[in-house]
């Protein structure tokens, strides 16, 4: 069974960072394209960034420059490095296997505000 865990989500200032991490069991995540969606209240689901099997990475134009999605094969994970926080970064943040298969986490809280 395919599980996602999601770790890293809170309370940070304005300019403030954050590292979400997502776990991934029961498959073999070195294959895996990974991605970070974030829903806000009251929005839709919004994708943020994508990291391939071989370690390219692209970003919504609204995080470029600021959050870093990265992984480490050897720990199942996937990272969502996050700096110079904002308001509108404000959402829960959701790991997504996306190839192959589909699977989701459950989803972190991210909180940006003094």
């Known amino acids: 069974q395919v599980q996602l865990l999601e770790f890293g989500g809170g309370l940070v200032q304005p300019g403030g960072s954050l590292t979400l991490s997502c776990v991934v069991v029961g498959t073999r995540f070195s294959i895996a394209v990974m991605d970070w969606y974030r829903q806000a209240p009251g929005k839709q689901r919004e994708w943020v960034a994508r990291?391939?099997?071989?370690?390219?990475?692209n970003y919504v134009d609204s995080v470029k420059g600021r959050f870093t999605i990265s992984r480490d094969n050897a720990m199942n994970t996937v990272y969502l490095q996050m700096n110079s926080l904002k308001p509108e970064d404000t959402a829960v943040y959701y790991c997504r296997l996306t190839s192959p298969g589909n699977f989701w986490g459950q989803g972190t809280q991210v909180t940006v505000s003094s």
């Open positions: 990291i391939s099997s071989g370690g390219a990475s």
